[in-house]
Nanobody
Framework: QVQLVESGGGLVQAGGSLRISCVASGNTRSINAMGWYRQAPGEQRELVAGISSFGSTNYADSVKGRFTISRDNAKNTVYLQMNSLKPEDTAAYYC??????????????WGQGTQVTVSS
């Protein structure tokens, strides 16, 4: 089992920056990849950024050049640095992890979410 706890959300002005964090606990060595999703009111949840166990990353087109995902394996923590924030970035941001358990079965894990609000 893996537990994910996000932090760092808040209210910022357009053009500002924010860094949100996700701390994984439990069977963290089973994690293959982690990422950040977001969901705005009336919208479907979308992948914002992902990072694999090998360090490869991918981003949604809407955040490329502005957001950076990184991880600190020693701290079991994944970060999302968000720069040049826009009002359309306003959403609940959810940490996600995909792992393989002791029986080789893939599992999905989700955090509770942290709210990011960008004012115009």
């Amino acid at each position: 089992q893996v537990q994910l706890v996000e932090s760092g959300g808040g209210l910022v002005q357009a053009g500002g920056s924010l860094r949100i964090s996700c701390v994984a606990s439990g069977n963290t060595r089973s994690i293959n990849a982690m990422g950040w999703y977001r969901q705005a009111p009336g919208e479907q949840r979308e992948l914002v950024a992902g990072i694999s166990s090998f360090g490869s990353t991918n981003y949604a087109d809407s955040v490329k050049g502005r957001f950076t995902i990184s991880r600190d394996n020693a701290k079991n923590t994944v970060y999302l640095q968000m720069n040049s924030l826009k009002p359309e970035d306003t959403a609940a941001y959810y940490c996600y992890a995909k792992g393989t358990n002791n029986y080789g079965i893939l599992n999905d894990y989700w955090g509770q979410g942290t709210q990011v609000t960008v004012s115009s």
